[in-house]
């Protein structure tokens, strides 16, 4: 079975890897210079510098379990203690309240005593337990139910910077249902937000602990490295996009940028939607045409190594997350504190976070100079910094907004009578490493279920026909001896 693999990040690279571990004949194609997209790791002078993610959630097991299987166990490493993270307001670093889930409080003294929030702010965020439930009916903004049920400081300055932060778009446009429907069954289940997320952390209490984040030794490159080191016998072509599939029959052809032609028994399209679109366009138009509804966007990572000393204040955490407007960045991830090994000994590394569009289009020095006097605003840095290094993903991050499950239901639609095309990737069923992965083994696995089917379906067309051949062969051999 031959399989195209378009697009060469994570989620092109588990599937191809699935597919040749199957024993598929695999093309993988990708547009850029490199492999692993977003994911890359440089370490110069003693610095290890994440350009994309920096680590990976255990609770989807997909990305831990593909590590030990490609022999990095022993690479996994949680992050160091402590894990505080805090928020920038009125010019101050306060601590996020112990026991926040995604701006929820589950303890309540670390929240009423946080100075965070008013007196009154609180007594508002309280009274959410003595609420109606009232889930809504169909798909809205996270925001929305969050801000019914909290009130809006409590959005602004804890729930939406946390929810930002994970999923890169203000919480006022995220769609409940992609990408938190436990709200919805939290509502319906317990009359309250703050009571469910009460009995979910009884519930974890009693579960064995472990860290819920985790990174690899060497950087999250090694993950790519890996991956790339097990595609043989595979054919892998860099700077080829993939400009179109057509069907021919039962099979598909695939013409690359590169002005070939590739035939294939199924396609896996691990590209960003836009990309998918236009090669769908003449095959699956219907398909096309919701893709190109998935909207993205930029942003950029600055990482900044310093010499400790020059800091007034110690790096003790993991970083900090700023509400919108407040600062030019969105976030600072303190790299050094959360993660060993990622400085020399006597200097810090932090990485900050720019989503505004408008600084997103200056030049590599410009943002670095926004990058550097956040910082020493927030943590008081005096001096510049030792290295900088800046990573712009322009139109990388989709946005999951209202209706997007919608959007992905008219894609499959579109896609059904086309069986040996499968999607993968950020666009559709999660943005994290994990999901990633997880779609791309399970576009691999759709494609080889098709050839299982064919087989047997073949399988199934040579007993008739030889049974009918038996049964001719018998009515033959009746008529003889009749005769």
Same mark, same amino acid.
């Given at each position: 079975?031959?399989?195209?693999?378009?697009?060469?990040?994570?989620?092109?690279?588990?599937?191809a890897h699935a597919l040749v571990r199957s024993g598929a004949d695999v093309v993988l194609v990708e547009s850029g210079p490199s492999l692993?997209?977003?994911?890359?790791?440089?370490?110069?002078?003693?610095?290890?510098?994440?350009?994309?993610?920096?680590?990976?959630?255990?609770?989807?097991?997909?990305?831990?379990?593909?590590?030990?299987?490609?022999?990095?166990?022993?690479?996994?490493?949680?992050?160091?203690?402590?894990?505080?993270?805090?928020?920038?307001?009125?010019?101050?670093?306060?601590?996020?309240?112990?026991?926040?889930?995604?701006?929820?409080?589950?303890?309540?003294?670390?929240?009423?005593?946080?100075?965070?929030?008013?007196?009154?702010?609180?007594?508002?965020?309280?009274?959410?337990?003595?609420?109606?439930?009232?889930?809504?009916?169909?798909?809205?903004?996270?925001?929305?139910?969050?801000?019914?049920?909290?009130?809006?400081?409590?959005?602004?300055?804890?729930?939406?910077?946390?929810?930002?932060?994970?999923?890169?778009?203000?919480?006022?446009?995220?769609?409940?249902?992609?990408?938190?429907?436990?709200?919805?069954?939290?509502?319906?289940?317990?009359?309250?937000?703050?009571? %469910?997320?009460? =009995? /979910?952390? $009884?519930? @974890?209490?009693? *579960?064995?602990? !472990?860290?819920?984040? +985790?990174? #690899?030794?060497?950087?999250?490159?090694?993950?790519?490295?890996?991956?790339?080191?097990?595609?043989?016998?595979?054919?892998?072509?860099?700077?080829?996009?993939?400009?179109?599939?057509?069907?021919?029959?039962?099979?598909?052809?695939?013409?690359?940028?590169?002005?070939?032609?590739?035939?294939?028994?199924?396609?896996?399209?691990?590209?960003?939607?836009?990309?998918?679109?236009?090669?769908?366009?003449?095959? %699956?138009?219907? =398909? /096309?045409? $919701?893709? @190109?509804?998935? *909207?993205?966007? !930029?942003?950029?990572? +600055?990482? #900044?190594?310093?010499?400790?000393?020059?800091?007034?204040?110690?790096?003790?955490?993991?970083?900090?997350?700023?509400?919108?407007?407040?600062?030019?960045?969105?976030?600072?991830?303190?790299?050094s504190s959360k993660w060993s090994d990622r400085a020399p000994d006597g200097t810090v590394l932090m990485r900050a976070t720019i989503r505004?569009?408008?600084?997103?289009?200056?030049?590599?020095?410009?943002?670095?100079?926004?990058?550097?006097?956040?910082? /020493?605003? $927030?943590?008081?840095?005096?001096?510049?910094?030792?290295?900088?290094?800046?990573?712009?993903?322009?139109?990388?991050?989709?946005?999951?907004?209202?209706?997007?499950?919608?959007?992905?239901?008219?894609?499959?639609?579109?896609?059904?009578?086309?069986?040996?095309?499968?999607?993968?990737?950020?666009?559709?069923?999660?943005?994290?490493?994990p999901d990633c992965i997880a779609q791309g083994q399970a576009a691999a696995q759709e494609i080889l279920s098709r050839e299982t089917k064919?087989?047997?379906?073949?399988?199934?067309?040579?007993?008739?026909?030889?049974?009918?051949?038996?049964?001719?062969?018998?009515?033959?051999?009746?008529?003889?001896?009749?005769?």
């Open positions: 079975m031959r399989v195209l693999v378009a697009g060469g990040g994570i989620a092109g690279l588990a599937a692993g997209g977003k994911i890359a790791t440089e370490r110069v002078d003693g610095f290890t510098i994440e350009r994309g993610p920096d680590s990976f959630l255990t609770l989807r097991t997909a990305a831990l379990d593909l590590a030990r299987e490609l022999g990095l166990g022993a690479e996994v490493m949680a992050p160091k203690k402590p894990e505080d993270v805090f928020i920038w307001h009125r010019d101050r670093l306060l601590p996020i309240p112990a026991g926040t889930g995604l701006g929820i409080p589950t303890r309540f003294v670390p929240f009423l005593l946080s100075p965070l929030f008013s007196p009154l702010e609180k007594l508002r965020a309280a009274a959410e337990v003595a609420m109606p439930a009232a889930p809504p009916s169909g798909d809205v903004a996270i925001g929305a139910v969050l801000r019914r049920r909290f009130g809006d400081p409590v959005v602004d300055r804890l729930a939406g910077p946390l929810v930002s932060a994970i999923y890169g778009l203000a919480v006022d446009e995220l769609s409940l249902d992609a990408l938190m429907p436990r709200l919805r069954d939290a509502l319906a289940r317990h009359g309250s937000l703050v009571r %469910a997320g009460l =009995a /979910a952390r $009884a519930t @974890r209490s009693a *579960a064995p602990a !472990g860290p819920q984040v +985790v990174t #690899l030794r060497r950087g999250m490159g090694s993950l790519v490295d890996a991956l790339a080191s097990r595609l043989a016998p595979a054919e892998v072509r860099l700077g080829t996009p993939l400009e179109s599939v057509e069907r021919s029959g039962a099979r598909y052809v695939a013409r690359l940028g590169d002005g070939t032609v590739v035939d294939a028994d199924g396609v896996v399209i691990a590209t960003p939607a836009a990309a998918a679109a236009r090669a769908l366009g003449n095959v %699956a138009p219907g =398909a /096309a045409e $919701a893709l @190109r509804t998935i *909207a993205y966007r !930029g942003t950029a990572g +600055v990482s #900044l190594a310093y010499e400790e000393r020059r800091l007034r204040r110690p790096l003790t955490g993991h970083g900090f997350l700023v509400p919108e407007g407040a600062l030019p960045i969105v976030a600072c991830t303190w790299t505004a569009d408008g600084l997103l289009r200056r030049g590599p020095d410009e943002l670095v100079d926004v990058a550097h006097r956040s910082l /020493a605003r $927030a943590m008081g840095i005096e001096g510049a910094p030792l290295l900088a290094r800046t990573a712009v993903w322009d139109g990388a991050m989709p946005r999951y907004s209202v209706g997007h499950l919608e959007r992905l239901a008219c894609i499959a639609a579109a896609l059904a009578p086309l069986p040996g095309i499968a999607l993968a990737g950020a666009a559709y069923r999660g943005t994290g490493v064919d087989e047997r379906a073949a399988s199934e067309i040579r007993l008739r026909r030889s049974s009918e051949r038996t049964d001719q062969a018998r009515g033959e051999a009746a008529s003889l001896s009749r005769s």
